[in-house]
Structures are given as structure tokens and as C-alpha cells.
């Protein structure tokens, strides 16, 4: 299997900026759908190559590396022969399904599409597309150039070509994958967040602090991050939507506790805001 020579990822923030480098470093084309701010995107992918640098994990200059980033400002701009989109909005149904129609409209017949959805049913984003068996999931992690996973997520109609596809390139990335069947929340994010919400009832209820939570799950367990930093790094607003969702699909068990609803209203939102379990400003 060959590099994709050329990738689309639409959303510029944290994750999509995280992937557009991942692909940019492998040697791939890349262009960023992004409306908001064009300028930012293409920032985070070099602020992330500035880092990797310093690691020493690029075989280029990060300048080389970037200049096969572009951006355009909308979905409807996107190239028509791209190898892969990977739509990487915010965790809304209703968004993601109107960027993913926008995206089957203007690329290729051929053109792998990707969403990197934590939560959100395959099955049912894919239904937008004309044809449903070229889309698949492509779950990422942050940051995702660090990162050794990505969840690939095969809906009923997912044509067996993609997925093989699209786990000869995340080998080629030099990431591992999970292969799972599309159901809510997939493996990893309601594993993730059913951890998440028993700890922040934990601290609601005054069992412990975040640290000695935290703590107890990485000295106790071999977790190399603890649940609620954890929640800092996702974000808690990302967090408390994806819990929602899995509420509604599995049931009370994944109902978000009071003290992480309080917390996003008042723009606690974690390592983003500065503020979330963790003062991010002494950090």
C-alpha cells in the first residue's frame, strides 16, 4: 500500500490540525477545510511540526513539511481528487452530516471518506453519503501526532476495500489500530468515558481529590494518565457531549454527573480554558 497522495481533513482545530500534520510528515498533500480561521489551523500544524522537530521524529525541515499544507475555506472547496477526506468537526450530529454531504458533493467517486467522530453511529452519518460503502470511521487520539492509536470504526455498509484501505495507511502513519463494529460510543470512548464519569462522581462526592483519583488509577492500574486530566486534555465540553449522546443511545448509566454540566456552563473546559480539574495555568 502507497501513501495517499492526497488528503483533505476538514476542521482545523486541535484534532484536525493534529491529523493534517500526521498525514503532511508521511509525505501526503494535504488541504484543510476551515472557515473559522484559515491562518490558525495551518499555526497549530506548525506549532506541532516545531515539536516533533525537537523530538527528532521528521526526516524534513518542518518548513519543508508544511509547505504541503494548504488550507481552503469550506468543504465545497475540497479538491475533487483526493485519496482520503477525514471530516474532524465538532462532536454534532446535525453538523457532521451537513459537512459530510458537502464532502460527498465535491469529491471523486473514489475518494475515501473518513469522519474522526468519538460517539456518533457510523451507520447513521454515513446515510448522508450517496454511497455509504466507501465511509468509515477513523477515530484519532490527542495529540494525535503522539498518539499510538487510531479506532477504525466498519459500519454494516463499509466495503471490506476501504477498511483494508485505511489500515494499511494508519500502519504506514506508524500507529496501531482497533478494528470495531459500529455501535455507540464504539470501544474506546464508552470504556473511556464510562471511567470518566464514575471518577468525576467520585469527586462530586468527596471520596477523594482529582490528583488522589488520579493517582490510584496510574500507580494502581498502569493507566498512564488518570481519568480526570484525561478529561482536561479531551476537553470537558467535548467530554459532557459525548456522555449525552451515549446517555440517549445506552441508557442512565452514561448520564453526565451534575458537577461536569457545572463545570462546561461556567467555561471550565479544561487544558483549552486553562481551568477544568487542574489549574492548567501552573502547568
Known amino acids: 500500500m502507497t501513501v495517499p497522495s492526497y488528503v483533505g481533513v476538514v476542521g482545523g482545530g486541535r484534532m484536525g490540525a ?51 499544507v494548504s488550507t481552503v475555506a469550506g468543504p465545497d472547496e475540497l479538491p475533487a481528487d483526493l485519496d482520503l477526506v477525514i471530516e474532524a468537526v465538532p462532536e454534532i450530529p446535525s453538523l457532521k452530516i451537513e459537512v459530510l454531504a458537502l464532502i460527498d458533493k465535491t469529491v471523486s467517486a473514489s475518494t475515501v471518506i473518513a469522519s474522526n467522530t468519538s460517539s456518533i453511529s457510523i ?25 499510538e492509536l487510531v479506532e477504525i470504526v466498519r459500519a454494516p455498509a463499509t466495503s471490506s476495500d476501504v477498511v483494508a484501505k485505511v489500515r494499511a495507511w494508519v500502519g504506514l502513519l506508524g500507529k496501531s489500530e482497533v478494528l470495531v463494529n459500529d455501535s455507540p460510543g464504539f470501544a474506546t470512548s464508552r470504556l473511556g468515558v464510562c471511567l470518566g464519569l464514575e471518577a468525576i462522581r467520585m469527586l462530586e462526592e468527596g471520596v477523594a481529590d482529582a490528583e488522589s483519583i488520579d493517582r490510584a488509577m496510574e500507580l494502581g492500574y498502569k493507566h498512564p494518565m488518570g481519568p480526570l486530566r484525561s478529561t482536561d486534555l479531551v476537553g470537558l465540553d467535548v467530554r459532557l457531549a459525548i456522555a449525552e449522546h451515549l446517555a440517549s443511545t445506552l441508557g442512565d448509566r452514561f448520564t453526565p454527573p451534575q458537577l461536569l454540566r457545572d463545570k462546561v456552563a461556567r467555561g471550565e473546559l479544561g487544558r483549552k480554558s486553562r481551568n477544568g480539574f487542574y489549574d492548567w495555568e501552573k502547568k
Request: zero cysteines; hydrophobic letters at 45%; a negative charge.
Open 123 to 147: 451507520a447513521e452519518l454515513g446515510a448522508a453519503l450517496s454511497d455509504p460503502s466507501r465511509f468509515i470511521g477513523m477515530h484519532f487520539f490527542n495529540p494525535v501526532p503522539v498518539s
Open 18 to 68: 493534529g491529523i493534517a500534520q500526521v498525514f503532511a510528515q508521511l509525505g501526503s498533500q494535504v488541504v484543510i477545510a476551515e472557515a473559522a480561521d484559515q491562518k490558525a489551523a495551518v499555526d497549530r500544524v506548525s506549532t506541532g511540526l516545531a515539536r516533533a522537530h525537537e523530538r527528532g521524529k521528521l526526516d524534513r525541515t518542518p518548513e519543508e513539511i508544511l509547505a504541503r
